[in-house]
């Protein structure tokens, strides 16, 4: 296992290690929100759900984008067990594989989205912010507690009244593949 900091982020990189991941994008904190500690989850919750900056997420064909990026390489490379694209964020439940280490995962969803979507937008410049936040998963009730939180974010963050109905999702994935269980 290795654990290493890049400025003042934390990261465990090891073959096998299911994590929480969210990246951000570039604009979606102001400078004195990013100086919210890591470890107080509900206020940095709280603040990227506040939907700050440029918001490109939400346009749908950039969101789709990210979203089919994320599930690309799922089941090859990392199994994805959670995900949903928000407006300025995105979360992923994942486990890593042998070949790849997360940093190396989310650098290329990071970098092959950033190209697709200056192209959508119309713009150039930075699209994410240089760094992700990853938790690593103690237990079942830590991995269910995190996929609920997941596809619960946009019904906390008031985007919808059900998770199913966020189209960015696992939830919706999820509730199309088995209606039943929604």
């Not at 599930?71 to 949903?84: K, N, S």
């Amino acid at each position: 296992m290795t654990a290493y900091s890049r400025k003042r982020l934390p990261h465990i990189d090891a073959p096998h290690t299911t994590q929480f991941v969210t990246f951000c994008l570039f604009d979606a904190f102001s400078r004195n929100e990013y100086a919210i500690p890591f470890d107080d989850e509900l206020s940095w919750d709280d603040a990227i759900d506040r939907g700050l900056g440029s918001c490109l997420l939400a346009i749908p064909e950039v969101a789709i984008i990210v979203d089919t990026s994320v599930r690309y390489f799922d089941g090859e490379r990392y199994d994805l067990h959670a995900w949903c694209v928000m407006p300025n964020h995105v979360h992923v439940l994942v486990t890593t594989g042998e070949e790849l280490l997360l940093s190396e995962i989310v650098v290329g969803w990071k970098r092959f989205t950033a190209r697709a979507i200056n192209r959508i937008a119309a713009r150039a410049g930075p699209v994410w912010a240089r760094d992700h936040f990853d938790r690593y998963i103690r237990d079942n009730d830590h991995f269910v507690a995190t996929k609920h939180y997941i596809e619960n974010n946009p019904v906390k963050a008031g985007l919808v009244s059900e998770p199913r109905d966020w189209p960015y999702s696992s939830a919706t994935m999820r509730a199309t593949t088995y209606p039943d269980l929604g």
